[in-house]
């Protein structure tokens, strides 16, 4: 992502939000890279370890920790994002949730800000071996349910963005003591909202 920014010289502030940023890696990684990050997720587990992982880290001025659940609007004013990403963090949201937040989403992030959005895809390995002719499948230690979407439900739901970039990454990912292919969307969107401020 900041690989395209600087190759296509795109204008982007250096405010960015994490959403589902688990123990911190992506956040971190933007931090060092001068961005001031909000890290959100639901887990405070995982936020706990982040949070230990911060104490005396030289980025911790950069970042601030909120629980937030992505289903609920997002406590944020308008426009307070440049940057938005999102590592396999929707796809636990429902079909029914996915548009609230897509909207909350549009709402926070500025005009021509970007977001990020890596989602598992409906024709993954592991969800073909575990729930053939399904859409979704649980983690057995969390509970957790991720929903695997195809590339016409997600131009559908960011419909309102500018679509910069979308390709279908293949990896192998070992599972429950069997190897799958895994299938994952990486696509990076452009907020075409109006700056109502300079319309005004």
């Avoid at 073909?128 to 131009?155: C, F, H, W």
């Avoid at 895994?182 to 696509?187: G, L, T």
Wanted: contains cysteine; hydrophobic residues 40%.
């Amino acid at each position: 992502m900041l690989e395209y920014i600087a190759a296509h010289k795109l204008e982007i502030g250096k405010d960015a939000i994490d959403l589902g940023c688990g123990i911190g890696r992506n956040s971190l990684y933007l931090a060092e890279r001068g961005y001031s990050v909000v890290a959100v997720d639901f887990a405070e587990s995982a936020l706990d370890k982040f949070c230990q992982i911060l104490n005396n880290n030289p980025q911790s001025s950069r970042i601030t920790i909120r629980q937030l659940d992505l289903t609920k609007e997002l406590p944020f004013a308008d426009n307070s994002f440049d940057l938005a990403t999102d590592i396999v963090t929707t796809m636990t949201l429902t079909p029914d949730e996915l548009p609230g937040f897509e909207y909350e989403l549009r709402r926070v992030v500025r005009p021509n800000g970007l977001f990020l959005t890596y989602v598992l895809s409906c024709d993954d390995g592991f969800l073909e071996a575990m729930a053939p002719g399904g859409t979704t499948t649980t983690v057995e230690k969390s509970g957790i349910t991720d929903n695997y979407l195809s590339e016409d439900q997600l131009r559908n739901l960011y419909k309102e963005w500018e679509v910069l970039k979308i390709d279908k990454i293949e990896k192998i990912d070992h599972f429950y003591g069997k190897n799958y292919a895994r299938r994952i969307w990486w696509m990076l969107l452009k907020n075409n909202k109006q700056n109502t401020a300079q319309a005004q």
